[in-house]
């Protein structure tokens, strides 16, 4: 099974500040990394897929990058709804599987 | 706008068998695969099953694999989960998911339902 680890599992920033956040695989998983975020009482949604591609109707302060391993989802200047817990997920090899999660508050 | 509503879930006993639902309206799924994915309280995603636009090829996770069945009716737009030998560890919320292509293999998961609970308890 492919091991994604999430870094940091929480971090507290102030609006407007940059949030980064690294998705690392115990093997490679080519391009084939998402990202999702989830909020409390909310079904996730689909941020960025295949590491970097842009989802419609998502804004565009969110962005990701990274191929094989190591991954990065960034928001460039955190808005109050982002607030949320944030899922790299790999689809590359059987099973399918998640990071543990990112949860981003607001200080 | 497209919806995945869900039914199915409960309360049940440990050892017994439940199947979910998923109903699909505002398009049609033959053209994506198709997933189950899950979340017990407190925990994180974990992904369950997948299946391909046309059923051939299904794929599940290793806690579920030989106890779980995927399955898929295109003409009635629709995605199951059978559930057999349940156990405590299997209580989660269970999410329908639509992929975004038709192999659920380097898929995304771009539309997701509200859930049905499962609950295994005695």
């Known amino acids: 099974e492919i091991v994604l680890t999430q870094s940091p599992d929480f971090q507290s920033v102030a609006p407007k500040e940059r949030v980064t956040i690294t998705c690392r695989a115990s093997q490679s998983v080519h391009s084939s990394l998402h990202w999702y975020q989830h909020k409390p009482h909310q079904s996730p949604k689909l941020l960025i897929k295949?590491?970097?591609q842009s989802v419609s109707g998502v804004p565009s302060r969110f962005s990701g990058s990274g191929s094989g391993t190591d991954f990065t989802l960034t928001i460039s200047s955190l808005e109050a709804e982002d607030a949320a817990t944030y899922y790299c997920h790999q689809s590359s090899d059987l099973p399918f599987t998640f990071g543990q999660g990112t949860k981003v508050e607001f200080k | 706008e497209v919806q995945l509503v869900e039914s199915g879930g409960g309360l049940v006993q440990p050892g017994r068998s439940l199947r979910l639902s998923c109903a699909v309206s505002g398009l049609t799924i033959d053209d994506y695969a198709m997933h189950w994915v899950r979340q017990a309280p407190g925990k994180g995603l974990e992904w369950v099953s997948g299946i391909s636009r046309n059923g051939v090829s299904t794929g599940y996770g290793d806690s579920v694999k030989g106890r779980f069945t995927i399955s898929r009716d295109n003409a009635k737009n629709s995605l199951s989960l059978e559930m057999n030998s349940l156990r405590a560890d299997d209580t989660a919320l269970y999410y329908c998911?639509?992929?975004?292509?038709?192999?659920?293999?380097?898929?995304?998961?771009?539309?997701w339902g509200q859930g049905t609970m499962v609950t295994v308890s005695s």
């Open positions: 295949f590491a970097s």
């Open positions: 998911v639509k992929g975004l292509t038709g192999s659920y293999y380097f898929d995304a998961f771009d539309i």
